[in-house]
């Protein structure tokens, strides 16, 4: 067989192939948007029903677009009785502040463990990665029943203090200490640099991404639960924007659908800024740990 | 946090060994600062976790009821674990919680897979559908259940009024039915879980070794066998993982089943971790609710191992 005539069915072939590509490309494109639609579905409802008068929120048939569109859920919910302009500050001072104090005491613990050698490091090592394996849920009760004791119960610090010093933290800022190379401490050991300052100067610099990845791993843990406050606050002054949210049905069980969608608008809002701006971190955090919160 | 030591384990080999050459001739003062630097982390955790982790253990050995305050505790040695074993009530707990695990986590994984191989092509709007499929992972479950909670309101909700105008007759109850409110809480964790599952999925597909795919296609292997022999064999390490976190995730359900269902109607949705929620705080059996958890965390934790090694052995007799 002549050479140009393999070459050239070779190439009638691969044309088609593209052509098949690109066709199979467009439909398999339009099967996923529409897919993506339906998946919005629920968001769709939620801001279209905070835009509505009550009565029109399970009019049948749907009324997608609201008419008229209402802002007055918004302004009840956030100075009406029941505002959540209060719980809202309280979950941004709980997730801020574990935030702060998980990079902190995560950091330095991960770094200890990774790049310091002491007597006793590993056997403490051990005792984390033992720990490691209890669910938060175990702890719930008895950490109800010393804070309970301590007179905790039913303050943010019950939130807070828990969720400032975490085995997983550790683990994570520890993997990433561990892979960064052991010669830029040497040096500044000749150097007569202190162990603070080969911490502060040389390696907290290039701890960045990673810090900004367990950042925002714990804000979203902290801003989303629901459980720990369920637990460990009573009050309504002291609720965060979950325990919040899941207030507005009263104890017979109906709803006031635009107020509670409105509420649910505003307590994803932050979340989804800060997952639209720092997307990329954002996904690096979530499969480079691979836990949900 | 149950899953820490899988992503050590995931990455234990990752990064050279920390001993460098400082380790023959650890200086004094790196000696005392290895544990200045762990101190406050240290301290947090025996506060907060050991010593909770010794009173849970404790507590499963007493009757407490709270009220009757710290010298009100009894010990009853292993009285609470008898009963246990023999509560109908938790059995049933168990099976319900075995059930909505064992549907929704393969299901959220083939959907998740799929979802994957779809957005790892060259499809126009690729990083934005990515983005929405996740949406749902990242939006705090109250607003989620609240919002589903409308959706599927039996008589007005949107989706049995779509139901309706496909001709059903009588469309599922669903959260106020006991036979559909297990399967709507699936429904809602799927759609939930999807996104996330496709994103890890899809950082492994991108691991993947691309000249495999074109070796492949040369030899003329079709789209199926393709995945069977070049796809699929990289992806096992991520679905091991993905099954084992995703199990403990859903062993631990508790959120939605709180706010959806209450673990109603009757206890047909009562999973396990919401019974050890209630004997806790609403029937104040603190004892009791220690020793539940106690049995639940040493039942996933021995199933989890015994998982590990046969997987282990299989993979060693294939290869």
Aim: hydrophobic share 50%; net charge positive.
């Amino acid at each position: 067989m002549p050479r140009e005539y393999v070459s050239e069915e070779r190439a009638e072939h691969s044309s088609k192939r593209r052509r098949r590509r690109t066709l199979t490309r467009w439909s398999s494109g339009v099967l996923l948007w529409a897919l993506a639609i339906i998946f919005l579905i629920p968001f769709v409802w939620m801001v279209s029903t905070s835009l509505k008068n009550n009565a029109d929120a399970f009019k049948i048939p749907v009324q997608w677009i609201p008419d008229p569109v209402r802002w007055h859920s918004y302004v009840d919910v956030l100075t009406g009785e029941g505002s959540i302009v209060r719980p809202f500050v309280n979950s941004v001072i709980v997730a801020v502040v574990r935030v702060i104090g998980e990079l902190t005491t995560a950091t330095m613990a991960g770094y200890a463990f990774a790049r310091l050698h002491f007597k006793g490091r590993d056997a403490v090592f051990f005792i984390y990665l033992a720990t490691s394996t209890v669910p938060a849920q175990l702890l719930l009760v008895p950490r109800f029943v010393i804070f309970q004791q301590v007179g905790l119960y039913d303050t943010l610090l019950s939130l807070i203090l828990p969720g400032m010093f975490t085995v997983l933290g550790t683990f994570l800022m520890r993997q990433f200490f561990v892979a960064q190379p052991a010669e830029f401490a040497d040096a500044a050991r000749v150097d007569g640099a202190s162990e603070w300052k080969i911490f502060s100067r040389v390696y907290l610099p290039l701890a960045g991404p990673m810090l900004s990845a367990l950042g925002i791993l714990t804000f979203v843990w902290s801003w989303n639960d629901y459980e720990t406050p369920l637990v460990m606050i009573s009050s309504e002054k002291t609720y965060t924007l979950p325990l919040a949210l899941s207030n507005f049905v009263d104890d017979q069980g109906a709803i006031s659908a635009n107020l509670t969608m409105a509420a649910s608008v505003v307590s994803v809002i932050p979340i989804l800024i800060i997952f639209l701006l720092l997307q990329r971190h954002f996904i690096a955090a979530i499969t480079s740990s691979g836990i949900k919160g | 946090m149950s899953s820490a030591l899988l992503t050590t384990v995931r990455s234990a080999t990752a990064g050279p060994k920390s001993h460098g050459r400082n380790t023959s001739h650890p200086g004094l003062n790196i000696q005392r600062s290895g544990w200045w630097f762990i101190a406050p982390n240290l301290a947090g955790i025996v506060l907060f976790t050991f010593i909770p982790l010794l009173a849970v253990i404790f507590l499963s050995f007493t009757d407490w009821n709270l009220v009757s305050g710290v010298r009100g505790i009894k010990l009853v040695g292993i009285r609470n674990f008898t009963e246990v074993f023999q509560d109908p009530q938790f059995g049933a707990s168990v099976v319900r919680t075995v059930l909505y695990a064992g549907v929704s986590v393969p299901l959220a994984i083939v959907f998740g897979l799929a979802l994957a191989i779809a957005l790892n092509r060259d499809i126009p709007g690729r990083g934005a559908l990515r983005s929405i499929f996740f949406i749902p992972y990242i939006v705090n479950q109250v607003a989620i259940g609240m919002t589903w909670l409308m959706l599927m309101n039996p008589s007005a909700g949107v989706v049995n009024q779509i139901l309706h105008s496909l001709g059903m007759q009588n469309a599922p109850a669903w959260f106020a039915s006991s036979h559909w409110a297990l399967p709507a809480l699936i429904l809602v964790a799927i759609w939930s879980e999807v996104g996330y599952v496709s994103l890890i999925y899809l950082s492994a597909l991108q691991d993947a070794p691309a000249d495999l795919y074109e070796a492949a296609e040369i030899d003329g292997a079709n789209t199926w066998h393709r995945f069977l022999t070049v796809t699929w064999p990289a992806l096992v390490p991520t679905t091991v993982f993905l099954v084992i976190t995703e199990l403990i995730g859903k062993s631990q359900t508790f959120g939605l089943v709180a706010l959806l269902t209450n673990g109603g109607p009757g206890d047909s949705s009562t999973v396990v971790s919401f019974y050890m929620y209630q004997t806790a705080f609403k029937f104040y059996r603190f004892g009791y609710a220690a020793a539940t958890g106690m049995v639940v965390f040493v039942g996933v934790l021995l199933l989890l191992s015994i998982a590990w090694a046969t997987q282990r052995r299989s993979g060693r007799n294939a290869s």
